[in-house]
């Protein structure tokens, strides 16, 4: 059974600096890896999304990588804003008859302090 | 273009009683898929819907139920509701069962059994 763990649970930085969320699994045989935001109140917006066959993606100021072989990813954000407080969820696709379903990490909490 | 929409946003239910909550999307979608998030939890999988007239459990299906008659509507039942139940449901689709596709989200129903 896939198990996602985020650390830290909450983060807090001041407006301007670079930091990566951190993510890991534990089955290898990862589909696809998938990252969120959440802000209160609200639903989820797909960041980015890797495919077991890819390394990386990057979409503007955010760089998401994938290491199956760790059972690791991360996302990293550059010149961080205080529009960026949010909640970060990641959440592995399964492989096979599981390939529909995603498991979720518990997410990291983000505060950009201006 | 509306995405996926969830109606109720808020309810409360006394113990025992049921309901329906209602997902529809107009992305022409053929996965749909039901989460709850309770509160510093990650999401957990009810049931999803790979497309019209199919369904399957996911990680946490004990007492909901679920149909899919159209692509485009995915509601999910609770027949007698229980304080355990008290959590955010999220309902969300994706087009295909390709790795390449992300799962979008609609803005929650909070539910509140009292």
């Known amino acids: 059974k896939q198990e996602v763990t985020q650390i830290p649970a909450a983060l807090s930085v001041p407006e301007g600096e670079n930091l990566v969320l951190n993510c890991s699994f534990t089955d290898s045989a990862i589909y696809n890896l998938q990252w969120f935001r959440q802000d209160p109140g609200k639903g989820l917006t797909s960041l980015l999304l890797?495919?077991?066959?890819?390394r990386e993606q990057t979409s503007g100021r955010l760089n998401a990588s994938l290491d199956k072989s760790s059972g690791r990813s991360t996302l990293y954000i550059a010149a961080s804003q205080p529009g960026d407080s949010a909640t970060y969820l990641c959440?592995?696709?399964?492989?096979?008859?599981?390939?529909?379903?995603?498991?979720f990490g518990k997410g990291t909490k983000l505060s950009v302090i201006p | 273009n509306a995405g996926v929409t969830q109606t109720p946003k808020f309810r409360i239910l006394k113990i025992g009683q049921s309901m329906t909550l209602q997902c529809t999307q107009d992305?022409?979608?053929?996965?749909m898929y039901w989460y709850r998030q309770d509160p510093g939890m990650g999401l957990k999988l009810i049931y999803y819907s790979v497309g019209a007239g199919i369904t399957d459990k996911g990680e946490v299906p004990n007492g909901y139920n679920v149909s899919r008659s159209t692509t485009e509507d995915f509601p999910l039942r609770l027949e007698l509701a229980a304080p355990s139940q008290t959590s955010v449901y999220f309902c969300?689709?994706?087009?295909?069962?390709?790795?390449?596709?992300?799962?979008?989200f609609g803005d929650g129903t909070r539910l509140s059994i009292l």
């Open positions: 992305m022409n979608h053929n996965y």
């Open positions: 959440a592995g696709g399964g492989s096979g008859a599981g390939s529909y379903q995603l498991t």
């Open positions: 890797i495919q077991s066959s890819q």
């Open positions: 969300a689709s994706k087009q295909t069962g390709s790795g390449n596709q992300p799962q979008h």
